[in-house]
C-alpha cells in the first residue's frame, strides 16, 4: 500500500482544503492519473496518485482542511506500478488579476475586412455511446472530462473514447476535441476568402446551461472576492488612447517567416505592447508600485503578469524583467507559459510576483474595456482589437490625406490613491509613441 500525501505547492503554503475527489473507494487509478482536486490560498491543484493500484481508503472528505504533508488517501498495490518518490501538482490554479472580459493569451489580431463565411455545417458522424451520460467525478474509458469538454464533444459529434487526450495522464482537453471534431468546429479558425454573396446566418447552438444551476467554483469565487476588494479598497479609473502599429504591422509582415523558422514561435502583436509597457514603466515607476500601508513600494524590475483563458477561469502567470528581453524571449515565454498554464504545468512560482498586468481584450474583437486592477498591482494595461480603418495622416509638410491604417486601442486602469491622470497620460503616451514609431528591428532577436 502506497499513501498519498498533501504536497508542497509553494513556499508559503501550509495547508488545503480537499475541494472534490476525482476517485473513490474501489476505482481503480493509474501512475500520474489526477485523484483529487486541492484549494489552497493560493493556488488550486490537481493532485496525481503517486502509484497505480486501487483506492482502499480515503482518509481526509471534500471541503476538510489539512496540513501539507497529511495523508489524504491510501491506495493498495492492486496493479503493481511503482510510484515516483513524491507527487507533483498536475495542475496549478491561483488567485488571478480580475480583468473584463476574461480573454485569452494570443495577441490582438487584425479583424478581417471582409465578412468570414462559415464553411457548411455537415451533418454530424454518429456517436458510439452518448457523450453527455456518463458522470463527471468519476473516470470512465475516456478518463475524467470536464462537463465543457463533454458539451464540446456532444455539439460537434466527437466520440471520446476514439481521442488520444494531450494532458495530463491522457486527460481530453478542448483542444482535442476542436481538433478531432466537424470541419463546422473548425471553421472560424482559418481565414476565409472574400464572398461573393452573405452567407445565410446559422445561429449558435443553445447552451447545456440554460435553465440550470451550479455552484461557484473556488477559483470562480476567488475572482469574485478579488474584483470586489479592488473596487472597495481602491479608486479605480481608466484612460484610453488610440495608437496607429501600422509599422509594426508592417514590420510583422516582412520578417514573420524568418522568426518562426528560427524561434519556432508566431510573431504577433503581443510581445511589442509587452516590451513597450515595460520600457515605460522604467520611467514612470507608480505605475510600477504597490500601496503598503502608508508607504509606497517602487518594485525595482518590470514583472508583466498576462492573461490566460482557461476552461476553469482567468491565470495569470508572469514574466519576469520584461525590459531586460527581446521580442523573441518575450515571444517564447508568452507561448511557453500560456502553453503549460492550459495543459496544468504550471508551477505556483510561476504565477506570483507580477508587479503589473497586460490583458488582451482584443482576442475575441472586442475595442477596449476597464480592465479591473488586480490587487496589489496598481495598474493593468488592456490591448484592444488591432483593426484597419480610414484615418487621416498628417504628413511632414503638414498636409492631410486619409489612408488605410492598423489602429489599435489602449486602456489603463490604475488606483487613483496612487497613480493621477496625469501619470497615467504620460504613460500611455511614452508607450503610444514607442509603438508608432516602430523601431523593433534591434529587438526581435533574430
Excluded: C
Amino acid at each position: 500500500m502506497s499513501e498519498v500525501v498533501l504536497p508542497a505547492l509553494g513556499e508559503s503554503v501550509t495547508e488545503g482544503t480537499v475541494t472534490r475527489w476525482l476517485k473513490k473507494v474501489g476505482d481503480t487509478v493509474a501512475v500520474d492519473e489526477p485523484l483529487v482536486e486541492i484549494s489552497t490560498d493560493k493556488v488550486d491543484t490537481e493532485i496525481p496518485s503517486p502509484v497505480a493500484g486501487t483506492i482502499e481508503q480515503i482518509l481526509v472528505q471534500e471541503d476538510e482542511t489539512v496540513e501539507v504533508g497529511a495523508v489524504l488517501a491510501i491506495v493498495g498495490s492492486g496493479l503493481g506500478a511503482a510510484a515516483p518518490s513524491a507527487p507533483a501538482p498536475a495542475a496549478v490554479e491561483a488567485q488571478a488579476p480580475v480583468a473584463a472580459p476574461v480573454v485569452e493569451t494570443p495577441a490582438p489580431v487584425e479583424a478581417p475586412v471582409a465578412t468570414p463565411v462559415a464553411a457548411p455545417v455537415a451533418a454530424p458522424a454518429p456517436v458510439a455511446a452518448p457523450v453527455s451520460s456518463a458522470p463527471a467525478s468519476h473516470n470512465t474509458d475516456p478518463g475524467y472530462v470536464t462537463p465543457l469538454v463533454r458539451k464540446l464533444a456532444n455539439e460537434n459529434g466527437v466520440d471520446l473514447n476514439a481521442i488520444a487526450g494531450t494532458g495530463v495522464g491522457g486527460r481530453i482537453r478542448k483542444e482535442d476535441v476542436l481538433n478531432a471534431g466537424s470541419p463546422a468546429a473548425v471553421s472560424f479558425a482559418a481565414p476565409v476568402a472574400a464572398p461573393v454573396a452573405a452567407a445565410p446566418h446559422v445561429a449558435a447552438a443553445p447552451s447545456a446551461l440554460r435553465g440550470t444551476t451550479e455552484p461557484m467554483s473556488r477559483l470562480r469565487k476567488v475572482l469574485a472576492e478579488r474584483a470586489v476588494a479592488s473596487m472597495v479598497s481602491t479608486a479605480q479609473l481608466t484612460t484610453v488612447v488610440e495608437v496607429d502599429v501600422t509599422a509594426i504591422a508592417n514590420l510583422r509582415a516582412s520578417v514573420k517567416d524568418a522568426f518562426l523558422a528560427k524561434t519556432g514561435n508566431k510573431l504577433n502583436f503581443m510581445p511589442f505592447f509587452a516590451l513597450a509597457a515595460a520600457e515605460a514603466l522604467q520611467g514612470h515607476p507608480k505605475l510600477n508600485a504597490s500601496i503598503d500601508g502608508e508607504n509606497i513600494v517602487y518594485h525595482s524590475g518590470e514583472n508583466i503578469s498576462f492573461a490566460v483563458d482557461t476552461e476553469k477561469g482567468l491565470l495569470t502567470p508572469v514574466i519576469r524583467n520584461v525590459a531586460s528581453l527581446n521580442i523573441a524571449q518575450i515571444a517564447g515565454q508568452i507561448a511557453d507559459l500560456a502553453s503549460r498554464t492550459r495543459n496544468n504545468q504550471l508551477k505556483p512560482d510561476e504565477l506570483s510576483g507580477g508587479t503589473f498586468t497586460l490583458t488582451n481584450t482584443g482576442s475575441r474583437g472586442a475595442l477596449f474595456d476597464t480592465p479591473v486592477v488586480f490587487l496589489p498591482q496598481s495598474a493593468i494595461l488592456g490591448t484592444g482589437v488591432v483593426t484597419k480603418r480610414p484615418v487621416v495622416v498628417t504628413a511632414a509638410d503638414g498636409s492631410d490625406s486619409i489612408a488605410i491604417r492598423h489602429m489599435v486601442y489602449l486602456a489603463l486602469s490604475y488606483d487613483h490613491r496612487l497613480i493621477d491622470g496625469a501619470d497615467a497620460s504620460r504613460f500611455l503616451v511614452d508607450v503610444k509613441a514607442r509603438l508608432e514609431g516602430g523601431n523593433f528591428v534591434a529587438n526581435l532577436g533574430l
